[in-house]
């Protein structure tokens, strides 16, 4: 066997024992929270429950469902509080394979990104939930009994956590294209009207069809760019003080 024959295998048993390590962390966290399922999709489902009309509840239309949900739930909150490990067997896997300035820069980025996306999950829980579900709760008709699956209210709860969470992930985007040379701080700052119409028709299309609820997410996507774009600004001007230096 060649050896590079050889550095191919070993690194695919690295990667297997690296992807052991991170499931087995899921699964322990998983192991831990499953007694308390049913709590844990109560506090998901408290900012409905907290609105809800008199008469209104949320139901199982499946006869699995009440057993299935609420372990759906806590499988997703082990994988979130088991990504710190995740990310660790990832960067441990990557990192020999990096030169030293690009390990200054991409654990930082891999650490942002993660607390960015949580932090996305959070407003959308604490900020956005509330809102949405007051206003849904003033329009419901008179004589009308606002009850919701539970099954596609973790669906709803979900894609939003996603939207939110990939939303707050912009300002790293931001700093990778200014990083990658790709476009320049001058060029995005000519395409901010661009980027925030872009950002409201993003809104439109994720969001539920009422205003506020557009606009609690495009206005973050719009901060959260201006963000990036002062961040990326900063990378930018060490990136031409290192050029000028090696030129020296």
Known sequence: MSEQQETFFSHLLELRTRLIRAMLSVL???????????????????????????????????????FIVPIKVTLWLSLLI?????????????????????????????????????????????????????????????????????????????????AFGATFEVPVVVVLLVMMNIVTTAKLASLRRYIIVGAFVVAAVVTPPDVTSQMMLALPMWLLFEMGLLAARLVERGQRKNAIVSRV
């Open 82 to 162: 088991s990504m710190p490990v995740i990310l660790y067997q990832a960067w441990a896997f990557i990192a020999p394979g990096l030169y030293a300035h690009e390990k200054r820069v991409a654990l930082p980025l891999m650490v942002a990104s993660c607390v960015l996306f949580v932090l996305g999950m959070a407003f959308a829980y604490f900020g956005f939930f509330p809102g949405v579900f007051r206003i849904m709760t003033l329009y419901t008709p008179e004589g009308v009994a606002w009850m919701t699956d539970i099954d596609k209210y973790l669906s709803f709860v979900m894609g939003m956590f996603l």
């Open 28 to 66: 322990v966290v998983f192991l831990c929270l499953v007694w308390w399922a049913k709590d844990l999709y109560a506090m998901l489902a408290h900012p409905l429950l907290e609105v809800l009309p008199v008469g209104g509840k949320m139901i199982a239309t499946d006869v699995v469902g009440v």
